[in-house]
């Protein structure tokens, strides 16, 4: 184990893998990530895999812009096939409230230069023969949303990352960090000390914990989140699809497995895991009403996972500024993955040369919450 480093991410998902993929990519080598289990063994790895650009607030839509970006040079940059498929998201309006709504987020999304377009119930029926629309309002469909395997690039960043120099060090749990006088000075895990100054919590559902062992309070919650993927069936649905109000998100995989999850008002923050019967049920009972080609198919596998949620369900991405280089980004409240290429991008752009390139990520600062914040609304 490498014993002193430049810089050390806590967390092994998606979040801490893209950030010390391009850390070593623009030039720093003696990166060590600690991960306490096996690399996307959290979130990331139970996640639905969504690439959305459709978001209500504007700093959502222009990472998600830039993630598109990176997503699509992905292989040729890090150097994997993460099955990476452009088949669009639709989102459907059932209310009034959706129908403004939509309207709203539109123009500012086509203000950002997004390619997206407003669907008329028929105009949906004609490119989405295959679904029940009853009900349907209106629909707003972008066809440079996608998805991709969150494993496969969570891998494809820490190989990569490794191969420039990085140590991933998985099964390691970082339990302190040592900090005195406003100064961090190395961080101890359960395999030995790590002497940095700079330390980065991409702990995902474990952000606060984290915080915590550095003084520091993040207002971030974890939320048990559930999914199951059925058997696979003959590739039908391009897009992922998602409602609101009827609180439901579905995708096929390459392989013809459906993947659907939904929220779940009721459920207090906490870190649990252990999937619920009554999920199972809701999901089974309210999805072949949409897709009614599910009917007969059958349910392969179900778990859960964290959504480590911020106060207005917007990333937090910011730095301490009660010591010196505790770094954070955490709270991806649902859309992590699928933000994760433009922020592990600006967070190492920020660490190496002192700000965010790309994209200017100032209105994801802890200070907005002092100001008054509006929430992210697109969010299941
Ligand atoms: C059911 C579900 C569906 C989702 N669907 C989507 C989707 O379609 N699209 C999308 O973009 N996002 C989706 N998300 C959200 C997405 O999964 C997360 O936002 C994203 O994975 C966060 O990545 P992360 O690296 O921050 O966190 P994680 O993947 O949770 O990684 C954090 C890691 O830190 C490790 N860790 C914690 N504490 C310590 C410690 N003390 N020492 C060492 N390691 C530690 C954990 O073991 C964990 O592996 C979904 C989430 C869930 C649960």
């Known amino acids: 184990m490498r014993a002193e480093a430049s810089v050390v991410i806590i967390g092994g998902g998606i979040i801490g893998t893209a950030i010390a993929f391009y850390l070593c990519k623009k030039g720093l080598k003696d990166v060590v990530l600690v991960e306490k289990s096996y690399l996307s063994s959290g979130a990331t790895g139970r996640c639905g895999g969504g690439i959305r650009q ?3 607030e504007r700093m959502n839509v222009r990472l998600a812009m830039r993630s598109v970006k990176l997503f699509e040079r992905f292989e040729e940059e890090v150097g994997m096939d993460i099955e990476y498929y452009h088949g669009g998201y639709l989102l459907l309006a059932y209310t009034d409230e959706e129908v403004e709504l939509f309207h709203k987020n539109v123009a500012m999304q086509q203000e950002e230069g997004l390619d997206v377009r407003l669907l008329s119930k028929e105009e949906t029926k004609e490119k989405f023969p295959f679904m029940n629309l009853e009900g349907l309002k209106l629909a707003t469909f972008c066809p440079t949303d996608g998805h991709a395997n969150p494993h496969l690039a969570t891998m494809a960043y820490a190989k990569a990352a490794e191969k420039m120099g990085a140590m991933i060090l998985t099964h390691t749990e970082v339990t302190d960090i040592d900090v005195q006088n406003g100064q961090i000075k190395g961080v101890l895990t359960t395999k030995g000390y790590i002497k940095t100054s700079v330390v ?12 915590l062992m550095a003084g520091v309070e993040l207002p971030t919650e974890s939320y048990r989140h559930q999914i199951f993927v059925t058997e696979p069936l003959e590739h039908i649905l391009d897009p992922l699809v998602i409602s609101f109000v009827n609180n439901f998100y579905i995708r096929q995989t390459k392989s013809g497995n459906f993947i ?5 008002k009721d459920e207090p923050p906490s870190h649990k895991h252990d999937p619920s019967w009554r999920f199972l049920v809701e999901m089974t009972e309210k999805m072949p009403h949409f897709f009614p080609f599910l009917k007969e198919v059958r349910v392969l596998r179900h778990w859960a996972g964290l959504y480590n949620m911020s106060p207005d369900a917007q990333p937090i991405i910011d730095k301490s500024d009660k010591l010196s280089d505790f770094y ?20 190492a752009d920020w660490i190496i040369y002192g700000s965010p390139k790309k994209v200017d990520i100032s209105n994801l600062k802890m200070e907005r919450f002092s100001k008054g914040v509006s929430r992210e609304k697109n969010v299941v």
Do not use: K, T, Y
Not at 260 to 264: E, I, L, S, V, W
Not at 330 to 340: D, E, K, N, R
């Open 54 to 56: 459709q978001w209500s």
């Open 200 to 211: 980065v919590n991409a702990a995902g559902g474990f952000s606060r914990e984290v915080g």
């Open 260 to 264: 659907m999850g939904q929220g779940d």
């Open 328 to 347: 954070f980004a955490i709270g991806f409240s649902g859309h992590g993955f699928m933000l994760a290429p433009a922020v592990g991008e600006a967070m």
